[in-house]
C-alpha cells in the first residue's frame, strides 16, 4: 500500500513472518520507504497500536477460521484499534483450493507473505531508525515492564507456540490414531502451565502482556476440545474467567464481529466445522 506524505512517497507492509525492520533501496527520484516488519508476534500489535496515534486503520487478512488469528483479533479489541478484517476461504475436499489467497500474496510486496496486516493511511514524521521494536514494545506495555516479567513473558511465549504446534500437528494430523496419546500426555503439560501461572493475576505478573491473549486462546480451544481437562487446574479456569471479564473483550464476544468456530481450515479433523 502506497500514501503520499509530506517527504514523499510512503509504503508500509507488515507480515509475521521476517525479523526486525529493513529499509530497502529507493528510486532516486522519490523518497519510498519499504519496512517489513516481523519478529514475535506482540511488536506486531505493538505497530498497530504506535501508529494508531497517526490515526491509520488496520486491515487483518487470514482465513476465515480462528487459527494464528484470532489473538490477534483479541488484541485489537482490546486496544480498542480500529481496523478491516479480509477473510479468505479454502474450497472443498479434497483439493480445499486456496488459489484465493495464493493468487494474491505473491502481489503483495512482501518477502515472506502468510499472515498479513496492513495498515492504511501511514503517516510519520520520525525518522524511521525511530521504528524499533522494543521502542513500541514498552510503549504498548504489553510485554512486561520489569526484568522479571519480561524473562516470563519470553519464555510462556515460546511453550505456548511448543504448545500450539503440537495441538496443530494432532487436529490435522491422524487425528484418531494420535488422540489418545496427545489427551495421556495433556494434564502434564496444563499442569506446566498451571504452575507458572501460580497466584499471578495473568502469567507475567500483575499486568497483561500479550502472552495472555495467545495462551487464552490456547487454552479455550482445549476447553472445548476437552471440556474436562481444566477441572483439576483452577487458576487456569480462574485466568479465563479473568480474560473473559475484561470489558473490551466482553464487547467483542457479545458481537457479531467475534468467530467462536471453526477453530481450523477445512482439511482438519478436528475444529474444523462452523457451529
Known amino acids: 500500500m502506497s500514501v503520499k506524505g509530506d517527504s514523499g512517497k ?32 506482540e511488536f506486531w500489535f505493538v505497530a498497530q497500536r504506535a501508529y494508531s496515534c497517526c490515526k491509520m486503520a488496520m486491515k487483518l487478512a487470514y482465513w476465515d477460521i480462528r487459527g494464528l488469528a484470532q489473538p490477534i483479533r483479541l488484541l485489537l479489541e482490546y486496544t480498542g484499534t480500529k481496523y478491516e478484517e479480509k477473510l479468505y476461504s479454502c474450497g ?14 505473491e502481489k503483495l510486496g512482501m518477502d515472506f507473505p502468510n499472515v498479513i496486516a496492513i495498515p492504511r493511511g501511514w503517516r510519520h514524521e520520525s525518522s524511521p531508525k525511530q521504528c524499533h521494536n522494543e521502542i513500541y514494545a514498552r510503549k504498548h506495555n504489553l510485554c512486561g515492564e520489569t526484568e522479571e516479567e ?76 476437552d471440556a474436562a481437562c481444566l477441572d483439576d487446574y483452577k487458576n487456569l479456569r480462574c485466568f ?36
Open 10 to 41: 510512503f509504503k508500509l507492509v507488515l507480515t509475521a513472518e521476517t525479523n526486525g525492520f529493513q529499509r530497502l533501496p529507493t528510486a532516486s527520484n522519490s523518497t519510498s520507504l519499504d519496512i517489513k516488519w516481523g519478529g514475535r508476534i
Open 150 to 225: 519480561q524473562t516470563r513473558v519470553d519464555i510462556l511465549e515460546n511453550q505456548a507456540m511448543d504448545f500450539r504446534n503440537g495441538f496443530v500437528q494432532l487436529c490435522y494430523g491422524d487425528f484418531d490414531k494420535n488422540k489418545s496419546c496427545y489427551t495421556e500426555k495433556l494434564p502434564g503439560t496444563l499442569k506446566q502451565f498451571s504452575d507458572f501461572l501460580g497466584e499471578r493475576k495473568w502469567f507475567a505478573g500483575d499486568k497483561i502482556t500479550f502472552v495472555d491473549f495467545i495462551m487464552y486462546e490456547l487454552l479455550d480451544q482445549h476447553r472445548m476440545f
Open 240 to 275: 479465563l474467567d479473568r480474560f473473559e471479564s475484561l470489558e473490551k473483550i466482553v464487547e467483542y464476544m457479545k458481537s457479531s464481529k467475534f468467530m467462536k468456530t471453526p477453530v481450523n481450515n477445512k482439511m482438519a479433523k478436528w475444529g474444523n466445522k462452523k457451529e
Open 92 to 105: 472443498e475436499a479434497p483439493n480445499y483450493d486456496k488459489s484465493c489467497w495464493f493468487n494474491e500474496k
